[in-house]
């Protein structure tokens, strides 16, 4: 049974096996890419030829779905190489559809990869760097969210089995679900960012994406690490909106808000192990400090535990192996 039929069903996946497994890539322009991120040891930045070895790797594995990132060559104030038709993340998930028959194709969609100031939404032309007290003291939100749903149109044409809205924009999931809507694209699901928190743990991702922002920060749209409640409300209002999945991020700092999520909704959730949780990992790992398998698979056991149906982490091939080899 694959991953998107378990999720129109609304069903958990299965508990420990790699049925629940997400594997995030970086794509690049180019051929024969394969860029270290020296911050995530082991992750890389590939072009798409490169890539589509990977994800048919994966597939092999039992991994049923990937989520691709965009890394474009060119960035500008409008984002223009997100909603491209040629823009890389279109032309990548072209070429797994192609190539690699029977995975789900997850496309992130966000703004902050291809703006030249890093953050996810437009910023108004008048912002001149003062402190901000809320989203619409610097973002354009009508802008973005017509951008938004722009780009994930763009990526259900090219071929994505489903969206993934990041940016944490209000109302984003609405103005994608009724773009899709609009376009013939009604039965594309969303899974929507929901609870994404602004977290110290995103740090690696930054640099694998180069989307660290390159002025104020993203606390007026990402959520405070200690407010629940409003965690529990932009959760509600994507599901109101048209959310088929709702995701917690990152995981580990946040099992609490997972296990809250999965009580108070019926709804598939994910949790993204996010770039720093790898990283933290794996720095240990390399210096001999941990077991790097026995740590990983008790991660993958306690994300589980907590509630979560599905787990996007940069270790998913490799749980793939080990959960195999207990089997």
């Given at each position: 049974?694959?991953?998107?039929?378990?999720?129109?069903?609304?069903?958990?996946?299965?508990?420990?096996?790699?049925?629940?497994?997400?594997?995030?890539?970086?794509v690049v322009e180019g051929k024969g890419v394969r860029n270290p991120v020296n911050s995530m040891p082991g992750v890389h930045q590939l072009s798409i030829d490169l890539l589509v070895k990977e994800v048919a790797a994966a597939k092999r594995l039992g991994i049923p779905a990937v989520?691709?990132?965009?890394?474009?060559?060119?960035?500008?104030?409008?984002?223009?190489?997100?909603?491209?038709?040629?823009?890389?993340?279109?032309?990548?998930?072209?070429?797994?559809?192609?190539?690699?028959?029977?995975?789900?194709?997850?496309?992130?969609?966000?703004?902050?990869?291809?703006?030249?100031?890093?953050?996810?939404?437009?910023?108004?032309?008048?912002?001149?760097?003062?402190?901000?007290?809320?989203?619409?003291?610097?973002?354009?939100?009508?802008?973005?969210?017509?951008?938004?749903?722009?780009?994930?149109?763009?990526?259900?044409?090219?071929?994505?089995?489903?969206?993934?809205?990041?940016?944490?924009?209000?109302?984003?999931?609405?103005?994608?679900?009724?773009?899709?809507?609009?376009?013939?694209?009604?039965?594309?699901?969303?899974?929507?960012?929901?609870?994404?928190?602004?977290?110290?743990?995103?740090?690696?991702?930054?640099?694998?994406?180069?989307?660290?922002?390159?002025?104020?920060?993203?606390?007026?749209?990402?959520?405070?690490?200690?407010?629940?409640?409003?965690?529990?409300?932009?959760?509600?209002?994507?599901?109101?909106?048209?959310?088929?999945?709702?995701?917690?991020?990152?995981?580990?700092?946040?099992?609490?808000?997972?296990?809250?999520?999965?009580?108070?909704?019926?709804?598939?959730?994910?949790?993204?192990?996010?770039?720093?949780?790898?990283?933290?990992?794996?720095?240990?790992?390399?210096?001999?400090?941990?077991?790097?398998?026995?740590?990983?698979?008790?991660?993958?056991?306690?994300?589980?535990?907590?509630?979560?149906?599905?787990?996007?982490?940069?270790?998913?091939?490799?749980?793939?192996?080990?959960?195999?080899?207990?089997?």
């Amino acid at each position: 049974m694959t991953l998107s039929f378990r999720l129109r069903k609304n069903k958990m996946l299965s508990d420990f096996t790699q049925d629940s497994l997400v594997m995030p890539y970086f794509v690049v322009e180019g051929k024969g890419v394969r860029n270290p991120v020296n911050s995530m040891p082991g992750v890389h930045q590939l072009s798409i030829d490169l890539l589509v070895k990977e994800v048919a790797a994966a597939k092999r594995l039992g991994i049923p779905a990937v989520l691709l990132f965009g890394v474009p060559s060119k960035k500008d104030l409008l984002a223009t190489a997100a909603y491209r038709d040629d823009g890389i993340v279109q032309k990548a998930v072209r070429a797994i559809k192609k190539s690699v028959k029977g995975i789900l194709v997850i496309t992130d969609v966000c703004l902050c990869e291809y703006t030249s100031h890093g953050h996810c939404g437009v910023v108004k032309p008048k912002y001149k760097g003062a402190k901000v007290k809320c989203l619409t003291d610097f973002i354009d939100l009508k802008q973005t969210l017509a951008l938004l749903a722009r780009t994930a149109f763009s990526h259900a044409k090219a071929g994505a089995d489903m969206v993934a809205p990041s940016a944490m924009m209000p109302l984003q999931v609405e103005a994608i679900r009724s773009m899709l809507d609009m376009n013939g694209f009604k039965d594309l699901p969303i899974m929507s960012y929901s609870a994404k928190f602004a977290s110290a743990f995103y740090g690696p991702f930054r640099d694998a994406a180069g989307s660290a922002p390159q002025f104020a920060d993203r606390r007026t749209y990402q959520l405070d690490p200690a407010d629940a409640p409003a965690a529990l409300a932009v959760v509600d209002a994507d599901i109101a909106q048209g959310a088929d999945i709702v995701m917690v991020k990152p995981a580990l700092p946040y099992l609490d808000i997972i296990r809250q999520v999965k009580d108070s909704f019926n709804v598939p959730l994910a949790a993204y192990n996010v770039s720093g949780e790898y990283a933290l990992v794996k720095a240990a790992a390399l210096n001999g400090w941990v077991d790097e398998k026995k740590i990983v698979l008790e991660t993958y056991s306690a994300i589980k535990r907590a509630g979560a149906g599905i787990v996007i982490s940069y270790h998913a091939c490799d749980l793939a192996r080990w959960l195999k080899e207990k089997n």
